[in-house]
């Protein structure tokens, strides 16, 4: 499959396909003229990648996840320990922005209150 029948197929851009090349997510074999071609897998590759930078997961994170990724996109248990990592990091972040809120709350309560 050439780049550009992957790119249509998966809905991504070519650039982010040449990426996920350079991180070592996505492997291609080069033609004679230099030319990449993706095995018939390829679509689902991309996929997989999509939804895990869709969980928020970064590419070198990504990388090592992928051998664990089951063709129906779950997480075998070999990284559960990853994603409850990531997991417990976006609880962590998730707790310092409400604590940011609620000062902020507070500032604008105060401010309201001494226009008033």
Known sequence: ????????????????????????????????GGHRRYDADAPAVVRR????????????T???????VRQDGTVALCKLDT???HL????DRISA???????LSVLVTAARADAA
């Open 88 to 91: 417990q990091g976006l609880d």
């Open 1 to 32: 499959m050439k780049i550009g029948d992957l790119a249509a197929e998966t809905d991504t851009s070519v650039r982010l396909l040449r990426y996920y090349e350079e991180q070592g997510l996505l492997a291609s074999h080069r033609l004679a």
């Open 83 to 85: 994603l409850e990592q």
């Open 49 to 60: 990648i999509r939804s895990l930078l869709d969980a928020g997961l970064p590419t070198r």
């Open 97 to 103: 922005l409400q604590e940011t809120r609620s000062s």
């Open 62 to 68: 990504i990388r090592d996840l992928l051998p664990c």
